[in-house]
């Protein structure tokens, strides 16, 4: 029998929970839906007017549907008694000790999460996986919740409900998905009634066509491949960035060469100072290392590569600003333009920043850091012992004040309409501006006076010059 489900409940109230629960509400009013997380803090700020996460369009949904069909909670327990499918959004971190540390997914969270499913389960459930978990992870899953239920009788369908938002864009995304993709037991009517009730849910506002059903382990595993191959796509140009600087060609005009061709396509091919997020690295080490459970070794080194070109990609970077200010940093202020991994959201989970910055203190460098979203205690964070070389601002002309040069890492709209002339004017000579995200306007830049480094653009005799290339 297909369910037609009225009450949700998602464990997690993440980037991911958080957005993914606020848009079904709102395109669901006939579903009540109940967030729930271990951390009050988390949840007190859900309940309140500054949202523990910045995506834009967020806040007014949440505004518009809280307190009437969607409802953040500690309370997890009765959230899920009461609930008859039950979203699971919890972090899936890297490893830190262990077996597979630093590769595999640790999934002490979602274990916990089906151990307190399992425990209060009265009636049915359909469980969604959200959060990206290993291949095969609802067969792990699966168990837990049978062998721990203590009332005879209830039922776990396990679907596989992958979120494939970026943030950011996350409210845009979830609005209008390129796809919905369903992973569950399709060979079963029980298994298919499940993803007929999840489905069913999107229905709401997703066009049929865009829901696609597939098996539990399709769906798992797509979710890691996707991740894997666009990170591969910002690799390979990156990886071109590099040639083309060696070679006089321009990044940019390459990428844009290669997009039209309709079997690549324009998207993802800007190339960057590095990936960052707390997806893509995270997903290729897991997925490399299943491929290595597997003795699938040659795979397993094919994506690794794609994380090994991202890291030289940020070394590439720091060398390309030391060599430039004549081999010594020592002392100099560096200001950072940009903390997060990618403009629009205050997310600094991997971003590139972090190890360019490292880099440069490790030079010698004094950072100054100015980004519109992230907060002083995240870069702190972020940065732990070096946090004696950097100062953060709230002003972005206090930052440039008397730094030698500017790196722009991450792609914010704002740092295009700054005044360059004033910023110019009040930076050491030479001033340098090393664009990490391809942003800003480099002729222009130039005609002011600044030596400017454009990521994968024909390098500046100046440059080449200092470099001795
Ligand atoms: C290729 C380029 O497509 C073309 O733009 C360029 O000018 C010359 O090289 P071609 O070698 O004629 O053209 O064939 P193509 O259709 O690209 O296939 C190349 C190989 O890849 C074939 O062996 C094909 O079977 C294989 N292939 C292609 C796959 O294995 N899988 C695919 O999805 C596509
Ligand atoms: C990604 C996937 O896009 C999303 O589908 C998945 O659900 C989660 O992981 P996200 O990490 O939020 O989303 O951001 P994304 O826009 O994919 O960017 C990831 C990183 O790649 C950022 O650091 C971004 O700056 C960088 N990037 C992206 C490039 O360097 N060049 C590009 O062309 C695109
Ligand atoms: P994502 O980016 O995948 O959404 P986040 O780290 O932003 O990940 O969010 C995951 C949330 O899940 C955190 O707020 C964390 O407190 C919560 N969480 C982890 N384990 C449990 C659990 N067993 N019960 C409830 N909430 C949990």
């Not at 919740?145 to 494939?164: A, K």
Request: proline share 3%; net charge negative.
């Amino acid at each position: 029998m297909v369910v037609k489900v009225t009450s949700i409940c998602c464990i997690g109230a993440g980037y991911v929970g958080g957005p993914t629960m606020a848009m079904i509400a709102l395109k669901c009013p006939h579903i009540k839906v109940t967030v729930v997380d271990i951390s009050q803090p988390r949840i007190d700020a859900w309940n309140s007017d500054e949202l523990p996460i910045y995506e834009p369009g967020l806040d007014e949904i949440v505004k518009q549907c809280r307190g009437k069909n969607l409802f953040f909670t500690t309370d997890v327990e009765g959230a899920i008694a009461e609930s008859e499918m039950i979203f699971v959004s919890v972090n899936t971190p890297t490893k830190k000790t262990g077996l597979g540390k630093g590769k595999a997914a640790d999934l002490t969270y979602w274990e916990s999460a089906a151990r307190t499913i399992a425990a209060v389960s009265k009636t049915n459930k359909i469980i969604v996986e959200k959060s990206t978990v290993p291949v095969r992870t609802a067969e792990a899953i699966e168990k837990v919740l049978q062998r721990n239920c203590n009332t005879s009788g209830v039922r776990f369908d396990i679907l596989s409900n992958p979120e494939f938002l970026a943030e950011g864009t996350a409210m845009d995304d979830l609005t209008a998905p390129d796809r919905v993709l369903i992973g569950g037991k399709i060979e079963g009517q029980e298994g298919t009634d499940a993803v007929a009730s999840l489905v069913e849910v999107y229905a709401n506002w997703v066009p049929q066509e865009r829901i696609i059903t597939a098996n539990l382990w399709s769906a798992e595993l797509s979710k890691l491949a996707a991740n894997a191959f666009l990170a591969q796509r910002i690799s390979s140009i990156n990886s071109m960035s590099a040639l083309c600087e060696a070679t006089g060609a321009d990044v940019s005009q390459v990428a844009y060469a290669l997009g039209k061709d309709s079997r690549i396509g324009p998207k993802f091919l800007n190339a960057s100072v590095g990936f960052g997020g707390s997806c893509f690295q995270k997903d290729i080490l897991n997925l490399a290392y299943i491929c290595e459970c597997h003795g699938l070794t040659e795979v397993a080194d094919y994506w690794y590569s794609v994380v090994g070109m991202n890291d030289y990609q940020k070394n590439r970077f720091v060398k390309r600003v030391v060599s430039a200010m004549f081999n010594t940093i020592r002392n100099k202020k560096i200001c950072m333009l940009g903390f997060a991994f990618k403009k629009d959201t205050g997310d600094t989970r991997e971003a590139p920043a972090i190890d360019v910055g490292n880099g440069l203190i490790e030079d010698g460098a004094r950072l100054a850091i100015y980004d519109p979203k992230v907060s002083d205690a995240q870069i702190a964070m972020d940065m732990g012992a070096g946090m004696s070389n950097i100062t953060t601002y709230k002003s972005h002309i206090e930052a440039l004040r008397d730094a030698h040069a500017v790196c722009v890492m991450t792609e914010w709209d704002e740092f295009k309409s700054y005044d360059w002339g004033e910023i110019y004017g009040v930076m050491q000579k030479p001033a340098f501006v090393f664009d990490g995200r391809l942003i800003l306007d480099h002729d222009k830049l130039r005609e002011i006076g600044f030596i400017v480094y454009a990521l994968g653009k024909p390098i500046e005799p100046f440059l080449r010059s200092a470099e001795g290339n």
